[in-house]
C-alpha cells in the first residue's frame, strides 16, 4: 500500500522560506513521478509541478515557477518542495503525490493517483 506523508508546514511571513517533506513507502520510490498540490480555501486543488521519477527534469505551474522548487532523494524515498519569497497568496494546504504509472515525467495532473492527507502553509501579511 503507497503511503505518503508531508511536513514542514507552518506559519510564516510574507517573503520567508519554507522547505516541505514528503516521506513514501509502500513500493520503489525511485521509479514514480512526484508532484505537489495546494489548495486554498474555497478554491480548487491546483498543481504545482512534479519531478520525473530520475529527478532528472521538473515542471512548474506558471504562476510559482521561479520561485518554488521540487527536488527528490531517491535513497531515503523524499521529495521537496522548496519555497521562496512566500506571498500571502500561497497560503494553503500543500499535498504531495505520486503517478500510478512507473517511468513518469510527472507533468499531467491527472497521472497522480496517490495522495497524503497534506500539511498547512499560512503566509502572513
Not at 518554488?68 to 521529495?79: E, K, L, P, V
Amino acid at each position: 500500500q503507497v503511503q505518503l506523508l508531508e511536513s514542514g508546514g507552518g506559519l510564516v511571513q510574507s517573503g520567508d522560506s519554507l522547505r516541505l517533506s514528503c516521506v513514501a513507502s509502500g513500493r520503489s520510490f525511485s521509479r514514480f513521478a512526484m508532484g505537489w498540490f495546494r489548495q486554498a480555501p474555497g478554491k480548487d486543488r491546483q498543481f504545482i509541478g512534479g519531478i520525473a521519477w530520475n529527478g532528472r527534469s521538473a515542471f512548474y505551474n506558471p504562476s510559482v515557477e521561479g520561485r518554488f522548487s521540487i527536488s527528490r532523494d531517491n535513497g531515503n524515498s523524499t521529495a521537496y518542495l522548496q519555497m521562496n519569497s512566500l506571498k500571502p497568496e500561497d497560503t494553503a494546504v500543500y499535498y504531495c503525490a505520486s503517478e500510478a504509472r512507473p517511468f513518469g515525467l510527472g507533468r499531467r495532473p491527472a497521472e497522480y493517483s496517490y495522495w497524503g492527507p497534506g500539511t498547512q502553509v499560512t503566509v502572513s501579511s
